[in-house]
């Protein structure tokens, strides 16, 4: 007992593979030191699926992705390089790609079209093809079950942490697992910007529900966190289902409900993760808007709110400054009556309808002194209502993002 | 002659009021010690028009001015503020504006229906109105034909210096003089954010066409900057036309080409005096888009990159990081091939067809080491154009805005 107990707390459990899955994070040279090639092979056939980048700019890895995720049935592996987005880089660039995956293949034993490619980074630069393809000699040496931590280290660019959670629970009594990692700092914003996020479960989902189930969570959980507006031209998120808990989910089932709940709040998890680590970030923030005429508009007031300069930079200064916001969902293009809008900061109202402020300032400005600011807003129009996350906006994220190149 | 040149160069030209103008400028205690009241009054009966912000939320003056524009035909004063918006300050605050139009006319023996009033700084504040209406019992003493720079300055508010532009010229062989003063830094966006312009010709101008020449120049000058894209409650730009030139301009004429011309230059001097004192900025960009699909395609790229905080940033960090321009115009919404995309900055060619790079990094770098940046994209894939104004996004824009209320 005393041993188990032990060896559990020096596992990070965020960090727990599902069964028959490996992975591996290497460095192969793309950066100066730290680890920048990540693979994930499963030993059994797996469903896959993907979200990607709306930006109309899109990288090699994403296009082939895409090609590979509607050509095959089954995967193996996912392998996902850092330092160098492969993005802008023309026809070179979809045969470097196309390499990855085909080496990758190789040492593995499978089609190239069974494997699945990312790249983050600089964009605009030619692969260093050499280091890569050695890269992935070396890293089949360093595939381990268990845990995907190496993997989570790899893919990370400007992230101070990495991004790792992990799910096990239970369905028609026996265990299931979901694990993900992710990826992602500065330019984080709704449909996909430079994010990564690369899901293993051991469940088996046949892969139009797969795709379905993975939409549902990625819209409320990745596509709902904003940093500063800017979409990538690399974002996916992968998700690979292997069966190997002999675990089925079937469409429309309460297996159905169950998984897609976990895999929400592991989503959830993640993308806080990200935002948490936005550049130069210093409070996490969750936009909540209620009483909008339909979740849509309340969904746009959020983002709208949520991209503002001005409530970001205000809210970093701990200023309580409501008439930003309420200018900040006016030029969001919906319709609500600016006099019946009331604002809560961590449950605290400072704003009543009629533009009555509640609070004197200073007291005000007291609700923003935390690292978790919830902000709500009450449009008081109709039943929508819709959330998002973001953080704010500090002099830090000008420095970093005036001298690195992504 | 000697006399002339020094007496010349101690007047600015570019604060010269037209024919039947006086302005004037105090401090009525709204701020601490800067100006923040100004005054335009015209001899004559003015014709007017003005354009607003788009933000659903609007200021009581902005209402306010919006229905004197249409109930009157003929005006003769303009009143400002600065220190307080006079915005979500609901009925009370409606009265606070009538009562600053009605108190103006009285001191200048006019309807109050016409005064047009503006006011800009923070939102959700009652007006001090008893400081306000003695200012203007006290304004009227200082009120002075030839100069508007205290006008000028009286509507200044995070601005670092005044904006004014004069230029006088000849329609039908007589002087026309059109004279504007503007204010703006921080939140600027197309579509007349935080902005305040108010311009005075003497030249004859019936409404309506006045109405068509002003919205002309203002949708390719105050509505082609971007500083943060915050769209603001206040914004109005506002011209009156009192004919003491005796020059008739008509509808279609040489005279009309002739005088939108001098306007559209007058209006661009004022805007990009508004982006060069974007707060924290360091650079003036202009945005350049050629070989869209169409005009209007042209400006929504060339409007999402001057929005895009990391191209802004990477500006400022003199990086010539070509993939975040097409990253931006990307997730802009228009079609386009990247591969076609060719970039310039200040006319040297740094980016060619098929992602060919022209120049090391360290060489296109150098070309961002000025004040005056001119970035020109070219999509190669149809004749639409357009240009835009920005500013660099700098440390500096944080601490400002982490600490000013507006």
Redesign the interface.
């Known amino acids: 007992m005393f041993k188990e107990a032990i060896s559990k707390s020096t596992i990070d459990m965020k960090t727990k593979l599902p069964l028959g899955y490996k992975s591996a994070g290497i460095h192969c040279g793309i950066k100066k030191s730290r680890k920048d090639l990540a693979l994930i092979v499963s030993d059994y056939p797996a469903t896959a699926a993907g979200v990607f980048t709306?930006?109309?700019?899109q990288a090699a890895p994403v296009l082939l992705s895409k090609r590979h995720l509607k050509e095959c049935e089954n995967f193996y592996a996912i392998i996902v390089n850092s330092g160098n987005?492969n993005?802008?880089?023309?026809e070179r660039g979809y045969e470097d790609a196309e390499k990855m995956t085909k080496h990758t293949a190789d040492i593995i034993g499978v089609k190239k079209e069974q494997v699945l490619v990312a790249s983050t980074g600089?964009?605009?630069e030619p692969l260093p093809m050499e280091k890569i393809l050695n890269g992935i000699n070396t890293i089949k040496f360093h595939l381990a079950d268990g845990d995907v931590k190496d993997a989570a280290e790899a893919i990370m660019t400007t992230d101070t942490f990495y991004k790792a959670e992990s799910s096990t629970f239970i369905i028609d009594g026996k265990e299931v697992t979901i694990s993900g990692i992710a990826k992602g700092s500065?330019?984080i914003h709704p449909?996909m910007?430079t994010m990564l996020g690369f899901i293993t479960t051991d469940a088996a989902i046949e892969k139009e529900l797969l795709k379905q189930i993975l939409k549902n969570s990625v819209d409320k959980t990745f596509n709902r966190i904003v940093v500063?507006?800017?979409?990538?031209?690399n974002d996916m998120v992968l998700v690979l289902s292997n069966a190997a808990s002999g675990v089925v989910i079937t469409q429309g089932s309460d297996s159905q409900k169950t998984f897609e709940a976990e895999l929400y709040q592991l989503l959830k998890k993640l993308a806080i993760g990200i935002v948490r680590d936005g550049e130069g970030a210093t409070k996490l923030i969750e936009v909540i808007v209620e009483g909008a005429i339909s979740d849509q508009d309340a969904v746009k007031a959020a983002r709208t709110i949520a991209?503002?300069?001005?409530v970001k930079?205000?809210i970093?200064?701990e200023?309580a400054?409501?008439?930003?916001i309420?200018?900040?969902?006016?030029?969001?293009?919906?319709?609500?009556d600016?006099?019946k809008f009331e604002i809560f900061i961590n449950s605290i109202q400072i704003l009543q309808k009629?533009?009555i402020?509640t609070l004197p300032n200073a007291v005000a400005n007291q609700t923003l002194k935390g690292t978790n600011i919830q902000l709500k807003v009450k449009l008081n129009a109709g039943n929508g209502s819709a959330n998002c996350w973001t953080c704010d906006?500090?002099?830090d994220?000008?420095?970093i993002?005036?001298?690195y190149?992504?």
Request: include cysteine; charge should be negative; glycine fraction near 14%.
């Open positions: 709306l930006n109309k700019v987005a993005a802008c880089t023309g600089v964009i605009g500065g330019m449909n910007a500063d507006g800017d979409t990538s031209t991209l503002s300069p001005l930079t205000a970093h200064g200023d400054n409501w008439g930003r309420i200018a900040a969902v006016g030029y969001s293009g919906i319709e609500f600016p006099a009629n533009y402020v906006f500090s002099e994220y000008v420095k993002n005036g001298s190149r992504s």
